[in-house]
């Protein structure tokens, strides 16, 4: 009876120890989450796994192709398109592909839409793309995949503009497409306009003063800007007044009468910027609103665009 009793204790003992380590199995091993399955790298659309070509145009229509100089801040536009190498193309088990654009252009996003397998009405739907932080994304539907293996076409449109603003005249800016090389834009100045005004001074020593500002606004970027500025009679220039954006100018400008020259002053970039110097009315002239700003008060300049 004894013997019967230890040999019952015993079974129940294993039979504890051994639902105690499954227990400890099952409880030790951490659930599997969806966001812990590695997902497969997207396929690099480029030179290895694609025929690649991309063109360049100055309308969204494509109809002008982008062969003459453009400004460094033209919206531009360019049609991209691959076909997938044998091997290399998208699968139901890697169904994502992405062009990576160039860094040196700044691309427009777009919400894209289908991926359609042809331009039939009755085409079917292969995936969606997008463009995303200068990327053309391609999401593949699977089950499409499953059926079409081979011989596999995307393509898509996109504007953009220059990552470089400060390229002006006989300038190009290289931006080199993946699979494609080097494409050469070549950039010109933009337009420079600009407006003149004077402001009425008088000190205490009763002597009047006109501060003189020109405005120059660049369209997107000039060159070798040069300024000649011609005062009326009643005006004499003060020497070493000469500014540039509020800062005193490091060559002034020689004075020659009533006409003063900058030769140069460098290269501007987009934006408006200010030439700003100091005239004093000459003595015998009244300090009248007449007298102070007169027609033949003029600015010009020019520039390598």
Not at 154 to 182: C, H, R
Not at 202 to 218: N, S
């Amino acid at each position: 009876m004894d013997a019967h009793r230890s040999r019952s204790l015993g079974m129940a003992a294993l039979i504890f120890i051994l639902i105690c380590l499954t227990a400890a199995v099952f409880y030790g091993a951490a659930p599997v989450r969806a966001d812990d399955v590695a997902k497969p790298d997207p396929i690099a659309i480029d030179g290895d796994t694609a025929t690649v070509d991309v063109r360049l145009y100055t309308d969204e229509h494509h109809t002008q192709k982008l062969e003459d100089p453009v400004t460094s801040t033209s919206t531009l536009y360019g049609a991209f398109s691959a076909q997938f190498n044998a091997g290399k193309a998208p699968t139901p088990e890697k169904n994502i592909a992405v062009y990576k654009l160039p860094d040196t252009i700044v691309v427009d996003d777009n919400d894209g839409g289908d991926l359609m397998e042809g331009s039939e009405a009755t085409a079917a739907k292969a995936g969606t793309w997008k463009i995303k932080d200068n990327k053309v994304i391609f999401a593949f539907d699977k089950n499409w995949l499953a059926s079409n293996p081979a011989e596999i076409y995307v393509g898509a449109n996109f504007s953009f503009e220059l990552a470089d603003k400060g390229t002006g005249s006989g300038g190009n800016a290289s931006v080199v497409f993946p699979g494609v090389g080097t494409i050469k834009i070549p950039i010109k100045d933009g337009k420079v306009t600009g407006t003149k005004s004077g402001t009425f001074s008088q000190g205490a020593d009763g002597v009047a003063k006109v501060t003189w500002t020109v405005t120059l606004t660049v369209e997107s970027y000039a060159t070798d800007v040069s300024f000649i500025d011609t005062l009326g009679d009643n005006f004499d220039f003060v020497n070493d007044s000469f500014k540039l954006d509020g800062k005193k100018l490091d060559s002034q400008p020689m004075i020659d009468g009533q006409v003063v020259t900058l030769d140069s002053l460098g290269n501007l970039s987009r934006g408006n910027h200010t030439i700003t110097y100091d005239t004093v009315l000459k003595s015998g002239v009244a300090a009248n609103g007449g007298d102070l700003i007169k027609a033949e008060n003029k600015a010009t300049w020019n520039w390598a665009g």
